[in-house]
């Protein structure tokens, strides 16, 4: 069997806005949460999107890295945590606290946030089946082997019709 390549999914940032406020549309009503906590770098868009349409105030970030070379993902590291001031917002759970990122992929991500805060509702705009039973709120689901290319990520080039990436 021969190695595929994975699927590619451009986004461009009319997508992505239009994803984000429908990551929005549906998180309306679902709760009262006081502050925001994004994941960067991939939730800082999301998260400032969800926040004019809801009304959020606080947002806070937690600095994890994973994807070190833009194509595998590594080892997690936490580069900054979540302020205490938020975590003890409701009694250090995180019930009121809503988590915005751009992907769950694997969940390594996921799960170590879900640690800090694990009462927390979170969210994301993309969700792949590896990650998908640790987000409460999404808005897309692709597939495991798709790469997801966000505009903050691309340029203006051609992209190649995908019959011709399928092609052996």
């Known amino acids: 069997m021969e190695n595929q390549q994975p699927k590619a999914f451009p986004v461009s940032?009319?997508?992505?806005?239009?994803?984000?406020?429908?990551?929005?549309?549906?998180?309306?009503?679902?709760?009262?949460?006081?502050?925001?906590?994004?994941i960067t770098r991939g939730g800082l868009v999301p998260a400032a999107i969800v926040a004019r349409e809801l009304g959020i105030r606080m947002i806070e970030t937690v600095c994890i890295a994973s994807y070190?070379?833009?194509e595998e993902q590594g080892e997690l590291q936490v580069i900054k945590s979540v302020d205490?001031?938020?975590?003890?917002?409701?009694?250090?759970?995180?019930?009121?606290?809503?988590?915005i990122d751009d992907l769950v992929d694997t969940g390594g991500t996921a799960r170590v946030v879900r640690e800090m805060l694990p009462d927390a509702h979170f969210a994301t705009v993309y969700a792949k089946p590896m990650g998908r039973p640790l987000?409460?709120?999404?808005?897309?689901?692709?597939?495991?082997?798709?790469?997801?290319?966000?505009?903050?990520?691309?340029?203006?080039?051609?992209?190649?019709?995908?019959?011709?990436?399928?092609?052996g």
């Open 13 to 38: 940032w009319d997508q992505f806005h239009r994803d984000s406020r429908a990551l929005a549309w549906r998180l309306s009503g679902q709760g009262k949460w006081e502050a925001i906590v994004c």
């Open 68 to 70: 070190h070379d833009y």
């Open 84 to 99: 205490n001031r938020v975590i003890n917002l409701d009694g250090g759970k995180g019930a009121s606290v809503l988590v």
């Open 135 to 167: 987000v409460d709120t999404f808005v897309t689901e692709v597939s495991q082997d798709t790469w997801i290319y966000f505009p903050w990520d691309m340029g203006w080039q051609f992209q190649p019709p995908i019959a011709h990436s399928t092609q």
